[in-house]
Structure formats: C-alpha cells, structure tokens
C-alpha cells in the first residue's frame, strides 16, 4: 500500500504544482481566462487539489478513529472488572500496538492535513519561483 500511496502523493503534488504555473504561462502568452485549455487546466488543478484534500482528511480520520479505539480501550473501567477480562483487553492492546496502523507513507511522513497544508505551501513557493524566473527572462 505504501508504494501506492506514495507515487499517488507525489504525482498529485507535482501536478498541483505544474497546472497553475502552466495557467499562469498561458495567460502571459495572452490566452483568456475562459479559453478551454485554460478552463482545462483550472478545473484539474482543483480536481488534483481536492483528491489530495480527500486523501490526506480521510488518513487523518482513520488515524484519529484508531486512536480513540486505544484511548476508549485504556479508559474503560478495566481494574474493577474479572480476570479474564482483564486477560482479553491486554491481549486486544497488544494485538493493537504490534499492528500499529498509522497511515505512514515513510517512516517520517505521516499521510494527514499536515501533509495537505506542507504540499499547499511548497507548491505556492515553487510556483512564486517559477513565475519570477519566467518574468524575469
């Protein structure tokens, strides 16, 4: 699943990035805002943005569902209650522990809105780039 995940993330983040700047060239070239390729490329650019805005919600979601899984597990009143009990809930936290389902693409980056917001920022950086370079030559 990793792989997947990852070739998806980085394919939608380039194309995130390269749409706009490719709108942006278009319009310096002097082709309007409502031409088809321009339309084209704004409505797959949004397209691209909301799949990464879907992807990264729904990883984010499941983390956090996991998590209240782990915490609602430890809180319940597990110490006033039988041993058997007590027996089948170490078993269930260690069962969720060895399989710790965070929804890594790496082992650093975690798949959630913090990776959506990060893409959003560096492509605005790259593209600020780019369009100052293309201006300026």
Request: charged content about 10%; hydrophobic content about 45%; some cysteine.
């Amino acid at each position: 699943m990793r792989p997947v995940i990852l070739f998806q993330l980085s394919i939608e983040s380039m194309l995130i990035t390269l749409q706009p700047f490719l709108t942006v060239l278009n319009l310096n070239k002097g082709m309007s805002l409502t031409s088809p390729e321009s339309i084209k490329l704004i409505s797959s650019s949004l397209t691209n943005m909301i799949h990464l805005f879907s992807t990264c919600y729904l990883f984010c979601m499941i983390d956090t569902f996991n998590d209240s899984i782990n915490f609602a597990l430890y809180n319940c009143n597990w110490t006033e209650m039988n041993i058997k009990f007590k027996k089948l809930l170490l078993l269930t936290m260690r069962v969720k522990n060895t399989s710790n389902l965070k929804l890594n693409v790496t082992t650093q980056m975690v798949v959630n809105l913090e990776l959506f917001t990060n893409v959003v920022h560096v492509t605005y950086k790259i593209i600020s780039v780019l369009v100052n370079q293309y201006a300026s030559s």
